[in-house]
C-alpha cells in the first residue's frame, strides 16, 4: 500500500483551483466531487491530469466490448474516480434488451495528488504518494494563496458566462406522449407484470461556443446544491465527454471494514418560497401513502440485492421514509446498512445491486424491459453512478439523477419519475417538471 504524504493549507474556494487546474493541465481529466456541507456532505474532492484511466464502451453482443466490472476488479491501487452508465446492466442481464449509448458505459482514472476540502471544519488537504507531483501541486496551491486577493478580484469581474435559454432544449418526448406511455406501464401494472417502474426522458441542447463543462457546472452549484454532486471530464477514449450532476442521492458506500449503506430516495416535492406552503408540501409528501408505498417496495429491493453479497442477519433498515429537504425539492429517503461478505469486494456489491433499484423499478429485470421498449434513447450516465475509490479502499457511489451529460457540443439532461398502479398521468408529468426545472432555470 502507497504512503500517502498530507499537507494543509489555507482555505481556498474550490471553484478558484478548479479554474487553475484547468489553466494548468487542461479541462479533460478533471474530477471534481462536490457537495452541499450537510451531515452527508462534508467532503469535496478535486483532481486534475489522472496518471492513467480506464475507458469501455458497446454492449456484451459487440467484440470490442470489455466488461466494466471486471474492468473494476483488475483496477491498481490508489485514488480513483469515474462514471458508470447505466446499460452497464447489460453485463449483468445480457438476455435482458438493453440501448447503445453513445458515451463511454465506464470512464474511470487514478489520481494522485489530490486535493480534498473539510466543508465542516474549512479545512483544505493536499493528499498523494507521488512525490515529484505532490510538491508540484504544493507549490500551486501556495502561488493560489499568496495571489488570494487579486485572484478574487479578477474572480468579481468576470462577465456572466452565455446560457441556455429553455426555448433552445428539444424534447425527445412531449407531455402528451410521456402521459400515454405512464398508462401502458399502468396497464402492466394493473396486469402484474411489474408493480413500479421509473419512466424516464430527456431534452437536448446544444453547447454554447467556449462555453466550458465547468462553466455549466458553476452555473448549477449555484442553484442547485446537493450533497453527491459533481463534474467528471473524460479523457481517452473519452475524451469531449463529460458528465456533471447535482445528485442528492448515494447509491452504495463501502467503509474499509467492510459495513456498506446504500440511501435510496422515492419521492418528491418541489420546494415553495413561502414557509408556510413549504412546509404543507413537506407534510403531504410525508402523508402519501402513494410515495411511501414506492419508497418501501425499492427498499425491500435493494435488501433483497445487498443480501446477495451480504453476511447473513447484518441488513438493517436504519431509516424508512424519512424526509430531507435540498434547495429545490423535498424527498423520502430510506437508509438500509449491512456488512459484506469476508470474500466479497466492492465491485461484487455494486455488480448485484446494478442497476440502482430507485431508478428501475420492481421486480427490477422487468422494469428494466419495459423501460426498454417506452425510453426514446440510452440514458448512458443518467441513471448510472459516479464512483469513488479512496486510497484506504473505501468507496462511495452516487445516483446520477439531476445530471447532464456532455457530448462535444451537445447537452442532454434526463429526469424520470416512479410509476406505480395509482399513479396520475398529469401529476407524473407535473413531478418531472419539479424535478428538471431548476437545472434548466440554472444554465439560463
Same mark, same amino acid.
Given at each position: 500500500?502507497?504512503?500517502i504524504?498530507k499537507?494543509?493549507?489555507?482555505?481556498?474556494d474550490p471553484?478558484?483551483?478548479?479554474?487553475r487546474l484547468?489553466?494548468?493541465?487542461?479541462e479533460?481529466?478533471?474530477?471534481?466531487?462536490?457537495?452541499?456541507?450537510s451531515?452527508?456532505?462534508?467532503?469535496?474532492?478535486?483532481?486534475a491530469?489522472p496518471i492513467?484511466?480506464?475507458?469501455t464502451r458497446?454492449?456484451p453482443n459487440?467484440?470490442?466490448?470489455?466488461?466494466?466490472?471486471?474492468?473494476?476488479?483488475?483496477?491498481?491501487?490508489?485514488?480513483? =474516480?469515474g462514471w458508470?452508465s447505466y446499460?452497464a446492466?447489460?453485463?449483468?442481464?445480457?438476455?435482458?434488451?438493453?440501448?447503445?449509448?453513445?458515451?463511454a458505459t +465506464?470512464?474511470?482514472?487514478?489520481h494522485d495528488?489530490?486535493?480534498k476540502?473539510?466543508?465542516?471544519k474549512?479545512e483544505l488537504? +493536499?493528499e498523494?504518494?507521488?512525490q515529484?507531483?505532490f510538491?508540484?501541486?504544493?507549490?500551486l496551491?501556495?502561488?493560489l494563496h499568496?495571489r488570494?486577493n487579486?485572484?478574487?478580484?479578477s474572480?468579481?469581474?468576470i462577465?456572466p458566462?452565455?446560457?441556455i435559454s429553455?426555448?433552445?432544449?428539444k424534447?425527445?418526448?412531449n407531455q402528451?406522449?410521456f402521459?400515454?406511455?405512464?398508462?401502458?406501464?399502468k396497464g402492466?401494472i394493473?396486469?402484474g407484470d411489474?408493480f413500479?417502474?421509473?419512466?424516464s426522458t430527456?431534452?437536448?441542447?446544444k453547447?454554447?461556443?467556449?462555453?466550458l463543462a465547468?462553466?455549466?457546472?458553476?452555473?448549477l452549484?449555484?442553484s442547485?446544491?446537493?450533497?453527491?454532486?459533481?463534474i467528471?471530464?473524460?479523457?481517452?477514449?473519452?475524451i469531449?465527454?463529460?458528465?456533471?450532476?447535482?445528485?442528492?442521492?448515494r447509491?452504495l458506500?463501502?467503509f474499509?471494514?467492510?459495513? +456498506?449503506?446504500t440511501?435510496?430516495i422515492?419521492?418528491?416535492?418541489p420546494?415553495?418560497r413561502?414557509l408556510q406552503k413549504?412546509?404543507d408540501?413537506?407534510m403531504?409528501?410525508v402523508?402519501?401513502?402513494?410515495?411511501r408505498?414506492e419508497?418501501?417496495m425499492?427498499?425491500d429491493?435493494?435488501?433483497?440485492?445487498?443480501?446477495?453479497?451480504?453476511q447473513?442477519?447484518?441488513?438493517d433498515?436504519?431509516?424508512?421514509?424519512?424526509?430531507e429537504t435540498?434547495?429545490q425539492?423535498?424527498?423520502?429517503?430510506?437508509?438500509?446498512k449491512?456488512?459484506?461478505?469476508?470474500?466479497? =469486494?466492492?465491485?461484487?456489491?455494486?455488480e448485484?445491486?446494478?442497476?440502482?433499484g430507485s431508478?428501475?423499478?420492481?421486480?427490477k429485470?422487468?422494469?428494466?424491459?419495459?423501460?426498454y421498449?417506452l425510453e426514446?434513447?440510452?440514458?448512458?450516465?443518467y441513471?448510472?453512478?459516479f464512483?469513488h475509490?479512496n486510497?484506504?479502499?473505501?468507496?462511495d457511489?452516487n445516483?446520477l439523477?439531476?445530471s447532464?451529460?456532455v457530448e462535444?457540443?451537445r447537452?442532454?439532461?434526463?429526469?424520470?419519475c416512479?410509476?406505480v398502479?395509482?399513479?396520475?398521468p398529469?401529476?407524473e408529468?407535473?413531478?418531472?417538471?419539479?424535478k428538471l426545472?431548476?437545472?434548466l432555470?440554472?444554465?439560463?
Open positions: 500500500m502507497e504512503v504524504s499537507e494543509l493549507f489555507a482555505w481556498i471553484l478558484i483551483i478548479a479554474r484547468i489553466e494548468v493541465y487542461g479533460q481529466g478533471l474530477i471534481w466531487l462536490d457537495s452541499d456541507e451531515d452527508n456532505g462534508k467532503w469535496v474532492v478535486l483532481a491530469d492513467e484511466s480506464i475507458c458497446r454492449l459487440n467484440s470490442l466490448a470489455n466488461n466494466p466490472f471486471e474492468l473494476l476488479r483488475s483496477i491498481n491501487s490508489g485514488h480513483w =474516480t458508470l446499460e446492466g447489460a453485463w449483468v442481464e445480457p438476455k435482458n434488451p438493453w440501448k447503445t449509448g453513445t458515451m +465506464l470512464w474511470i482514472a487514478r495528488p489530490v486535493i476540502f473539510d466543508l465542516h474549512h488537504w +493536499l498523494g504518494s507521488n515529484k507531483r510538491i508540484e501541486l504544493s507549490n496551491l501556495k502561488d499568496s488570494k487579486l485572484i478574487n478580484k474572480f468579481n469581474k462577465k458566462l452565455q446560457g429553455k426555448k433552445e432544449w424534447w425527445l418526448t402528451k406522449e402521459e400515454s406511455k405512464i398508462k401502458i406501464l402492466y394493473q396486469s411489474i413500479q417502474a421509473n419512466l430527456c431534452c437536448e441542447a453547447k454554447p461556443r467556449q462555453v465547468i462553466d455549466l457546472f458553476e452555473k452549484r449555484q442547485c446544491p446537493a450533497p453527491f454532486s459533481g467528471m471530464v473524460g479523457t481517452g477514449e473519452a469531449d465527454e463529460a458528465v456533471i450532476s447535482s445528485s442528492p442521492e447509491f458506500k463501502v474499509p471494514n467492510k459495513e +456498506l449503506e440511501r435510496p422515492k419521492g418528491t416535492r420546494r415553495h413561502s413549504d412546509s408540501l413537506a403531504e409528501l402523508c402519501s401513502l402513494k410515495d408505498a419508497n418501501i425499492i427498499v429491493l435493494l435488501r433483497n440485492d445487498i443480501g446477495k453479497v451480504s447473513f442477519g447484518t441488513i433498515v436504519t431509516q424508512l421514509v424519512g424526509l435540498y434547495s425539492v423535498h424527498h423520502l429517503t430510506s437508509v438500509i449491512g456488512k459484506l461478505c469476508s470474500d466479497k =469486494t466492492w465491485v461484487d456489491l455494486l448485484a445491486c446494478w442497476p440502482g431508478i428501475t423499478g420492481a421486480p429485470i422487468r422494469a428494466c424491459q419495459r423501460l421498449e426514446p434513447i440510452a440514458r448512458g450516465p441513471c448510472g453512478s464512483l475509490l486510497w484506504n479502499g473505501q468507496f457511489s445516483i439523477i439531476r447532464l451529460m462535444k457540443e447537452i442532454r439532461v434526463h429526469a424520470g416512479g410509476i398502479a395509482d399513479s396520475d398529469s401529476q408529468a407535473q413531478e418531472l417538471k419539479w426545472m431548476p437545472l432555470d440554472a444554465l439560463q
